[in-house]
């Protein structure tokens, strides 16, 4: 069954993009974002599941608690737009996020030590239950209809 299986290595693949690219036939890219809300005390998560021809599958955009840092809620964007791709019954993507630390953290195979640690890993649990995954850093440029969402 791994060799199905394509979660990225601990470097982020490159080159990262400045604009959307497609993923290959077959594959679905999932595309998310956070935006942080200091003022009011919350966050806004983004996210478009879009196929290799760029049309829109899903798309998500949900109210998020309040964090502290920008990494943090990137981080919950990222495991609440997995479990969404995956109720929507979508097996085989890329996540794509604009957060080149989160999405470090994410593909590393050592243990994440840090405070948010316990989310790392379950986003990691859940990779590892898909079907065919990869991960990777896009530029925002690339990232443009998720943050908009988020």
Not at 103 to 108: D, E, K, L, T
Request: with cysteine.
């Amino acid at each position: 069954m791994a060799e199905n299986r394509a979660i990225a290595p601990h470097a982020i693949p490159q080159p990262c993009w400045d604009s959307w690219k497609p993923p290959p036939s077959s594959v679905y890219k999932l595309n998310f974002d956070a935006t942080v809300f200091f003022d009011l005390d919350r966050t806004g998560f983004g996210v478009v599941i879009r196929n290799d021809k760029g049309d829109v599958m899903a798309v998500m955009s949900a109210k998020g608690p309040s964090v502290f840092c920008s990494e943090e809620a990137e981080l919950l964007a990222c495991r609440m737009v997995i479990e969404f791709a995956t109720d929507a019954s979508f097996s085989e993507f890329i996540v794509e996020g604009d957060n080149s630390i989160v999405m470090q953290a994410i593909s590393s195979p050592n243990a994440d030590e840090s405070l948010m640690g316990n989310v790392v890993g379950d986003i990691q649990q859940m990779l590892r239950g898909l079907h065919w995954v990869n991960v990777e850093f896009t530029r925002s440029g690339g990232n443009k209809v998720a943050h908009v969402l988020a």
